[in-house]
């Protein structure tokens, strides 16, 4: 019994630690979002006026009574160093045949004021649709559509959604304005109460050696729990949940008990001596006491593109000799569209996969509700109904193909398995 309650407290223990380094993270993401901002030459300008902006550009989003987002999905892999052995290569090489020809378009739309949702999923394949599901939120109901599959809606029975309030969904929190601001202060004060360096260095800026502005700040890890113990504290404030109350009051108790230690995180932003604009940030998360270190760096690389890149080396503190792990490139074409790629790299497997996301974003547009005059509840779905889309689905080669190979994956491990009478 002390062991299992050993055991209890040690996952629950190491569950609050995972949270705080995310907690941490986020943080550290923050700053790299100083990136997307002109700003004055000193360093504490530079900070300050980041933490404006990033909280400025969380403000724009509530001033939109409606919204729509189409997203555009490919995904691709290839072989990267000499590493790989012949099969796994052809493997890899297979995969990336079919992700060519495979695409998934997703547009969402919600209406606050008339409440209304609307989120259509489209995955094609060689230009061919392979399936479309609708998910629709209106006059408080659920329901979902089968697009060449079955031709009523599909209402979802209001005994499942017992326990879910739909309203919320469309419910914007004034709390969560307040503490956006507390959050927004306690950064600001943290950056007043901090030393920051400046200094001239030369750094390749759009494929030129430039010289430019380099501001930095350094902050210990105690010093990056007293930021996330205020932000809890915050939290908390707002708080009602018992339940997460009591885990706010956890994490803290972690953060109070932290051992010293000689980890930090640098923050160094540099930007051009004339019009003061950002062209480079790096984040070292530096942990002495491992001897390794995580470098996020983003980069402007044209007008329009960002690349930001997250690297590790676990041999040494020494950034120059990270090896990349992910990148993420942003992309805004205008104010409403744009493409991010994230691409994951693994050496050690030999291979990188990247998955290309265009988006579309459209505020107060208008939303039609949904002419829902055919619909059935789930629950009185017969027989006759499921042959229908099952028979539709196999009129569709490729959703056919699909099922077809599930059966026989199904079939296949089934019949493997010891029945009554070849055990007995």
Same mark, same amino acid.
């Given at each position: ?7 209890? %407290? ?5 569950? %609050? ?23 004055? +030459? ?68 919600? =209406? ?53 309030? $739909? ?65 809890? =504290? #915050? ?9 997460? %109350? ?9 953060? #109070? ?13 540099? +930007? ?12 070292? $998360?530096?942990? %002495?006491? =491992? ?32 090896? =990349? ?49 055919? +619909? ?24 056919? +193909? ?23």
């Amino acid at each position: 019994m002390e062991e299992e309650n050993f055991e209890k %407290k040690s996952s629950k223990k190491t569950l %609050k630690i995972v949270l705080l380094v995310l907690l941490i993270l986020a943080i550290a993401g923050a700053v790299t979002f100083f990136a997307f901002n002109k700003v004055n +030459s000193k360093p504490e300008k530079i900070f300050d006026k980041a933490v404006n902006q990033m909280f400025k550009e969380s403000d724009k989003i509530k001033e939109y009574k409606t919204a729509s987002v189409e997203l555009d999905i490919s995904a691709e892999v290839k072989t990267i160093g000499n590493n790989l052995n012949p099969e796994t290569a052809t493997q890899i090489k297979m995969i990336s045949a079919i992700l060519k020809d495979a695409n998934l378009h997703t547009e969402i739309q919600v =209406d606050l004021e008339k409440k209304l949702f609307d989120w259509v999923i489209a995955a094609q394949y060689e230009n061919k649709d392979v399936i479309n599901l609708e998910a629709i939120i209106q006059d408080e109901k659920v329901y979902f559509y089968l697009k060449d599959l079955y031709e009523k809606y599909i209402e979802v029975p209001t005994e499942y959604l017992e326990d879910i309030d $739909l309203g919320s969904i469309f419910q914007t929190s004034k709390v969560d304005e307040k503490l956006a601001k507390d959050v927004e202060e306690i950064l600001k004060s943290k950056i007043e109460n901090s030393e920051l360096e400046t200094e001239e260095v030369e750094i390749e800026v759009l494929g030129k050696d430039k010289k430019v502005n380099k501001s930095s700040m350094k902050l210990s890890v105690k010093e990056l729990e007293d930021v996330c113990y205020d932000i809890l =504290d #915050k939290v908390n404030e707002y708080q009602e949940d018992i339940e997460i %109350k009591e885990a706010i009051a956890d994490m803290q108790e972690v953060l #109070k008990d932290s051992e010293e230690t000689e980890n930090y995180m640098n923050i160094d932003i540099y +930007s051009e001596k004339t019009g003061n604009n950002i062209v480079r940030v790096d984040i070292a $998360l530096v942990n %002495k006491e =491992d001897d390794e270190v995580i470098l996020i760096r983003a980069v402007k690389t044209d007008d329009k593109t960002w690349e930001i890149v997250f690297s590790i080396n676990e041999d040494s503190i020494d950034v120059k000799d990270a090896t =990349d792990m992910i990148k993420i490139v942003l992309t805004e074409e205008n104010e409403n569209e744009g493409k991010i790629s994230f691409t994951f790299m693994s050496e050690e497997e030999g291979m990188e996969a990247t998955l290309n996301v265009k988006y579309k974003v459209e505020y107060n547009k208008d939303i039609e509700k949904k002419n829902i005059k055919d +619909s059935i509840s789930a629950e009185d779905m017969t027989e006759a109904d499921l042959m229908e889309i099952y028979e539709n689905a196999q009129k569709n080669e490729i959703l056919k +193909s699909i099922i077809d190979m599930g059966v026989s994956t199904y079939n296949s491990v089934n019949s493997n398995k010891p029945t009554y009478n070849n055990v007995y």
